[in-house]
């Protein structure tokens, strides 16, 4: 169903007053403040913290892991000695003897590998254990800020929201009534302007936005309401102070 056609004065009413109802949503938006992005950031963080721990927690896995391998690494090898010695009480020439005497060395040499290995891990073992405790208090904290912060927003959308739905509805029923192409200017203008501010009254002769001075004659054409006219310096909608 086609809109019905506006005057230039009525579609001046219809912007001015779809202004003042997004600067009112915006308004109970601000009332959040920094919160939203504080809470992203938090969260973000905590998460970060909880992969952290998943890492330190591997590490921790590969450290034991290690650590019991070269310990089992060094028993086999005290088993060995303990069979190579028992072995050179039978042999029969100083050859087998001494090549039995050879394998001790080598599994003497296992023994201080392993030792050296079980030492390496066990320091960072202990290592990793105090950053699992580090990280996983600094989480319990970061987790009780976050939820403190996340309570408060909560609070703050819940005491905002009713009215904030009711202005989105009244927004949505204004939009109506303006023609698809003014009402994309109206938007584009609305994200471009640092305080959302599209529509603008002339205030001392200047602009309401920019506070650019607004020429006599362009003054005069704006209070005809006879055509749309915006500020040559912003680009803002301008209308006379009495609408």
């Given amino acids: 169903m086609a809109k019905k056609e506006l005057t230039v004065e009525d579609k001046l009413r219809a912007l001015y007053e779809l202004q003042q109802v997004d600067s009112k949503i915006d308004n109970l938006r601000t009332l959040a403040g920094e919160l939203p992005q504080e809470v992203k950031d938090m969260a973000d963080e905590v998460e970060g913290l909880k992969t952290r721990l998943t890492n330190i927690e591997n590490d921790i896995k590969e450290c034991e892991t290690q650590i019991s391998d070269h310990r089992v690494r060094t028993e086999n090898a005290n088993a060995s000695i303990s069979r190579y010695k028992e072995q050179q009480n039978s042999v029969r020439?100083?050859?087998?003897?001494?090549?039995?005497?050879?394998?001790?060395?080598?599994?003497?040499?296992?023994?201080?590998?392993?030792?050296r290995k079980i030492k390496h891990f066990s320091a960072e073992l202990e290592e990793r254990l105090q950053e699992k405790a580090a990280t996983t208090k600094t989480i319990e904290e970061r987790t009780v800020d976050l939820n403190q912060k996340r309570s408060e927003l909560d609070q703050i959308l819940a005491e905002t929201k009713a009215e904030t739905e009711a202005l989105m509805l009244k927004?949505?029923?204004?939009?109506?009534?303006?023609?698809?192409?003014?009402?994309?200017?109206?938007?584009?203008?609305?994200?471009?302007?640092?305080?959302?501010?599209?529509?603008?009254?002339?205030?001392?002769?200047?602009?309401?936005?920019?506070?650019?001075?607004?020429?006599?004659?362009?003054?005069?054409?704006?209070?005809?309401?006879?055509?749309?006219?915006?500020?040559?310096?912003?680009?803002?909608?301008?209308?006379?102070?009495?609408?």
């Fill in 171 to 243: 927004a949505t029923d204004i939009s109506k009534k303006i023609d698809e192409r003014l009402l994309t200017a109206f938007n584009r203008i609305r994200k471009n302007a640092h305080n959302g501010l599209a529509v603008v009254k002339v205030e001392r002769d200047s602009c309401g936005g920019c506070h650019a001075k607004i020429p006599a004659q362009r003054q005069l054409d704006i209070r005809t309401r006879k055509k749309i006219i915006v500020c040559e310096f912003c680009g803002r909608i301008l209308v006379d102070p009495e609408m």
């Fill in 93 to 115: 020439n100083n050859r087998e003897f001494d090549n039995l005497n050879k394998e001790i060395e080598y599994q003497e040499l296992e023994i201080e590998a392993s030792q």
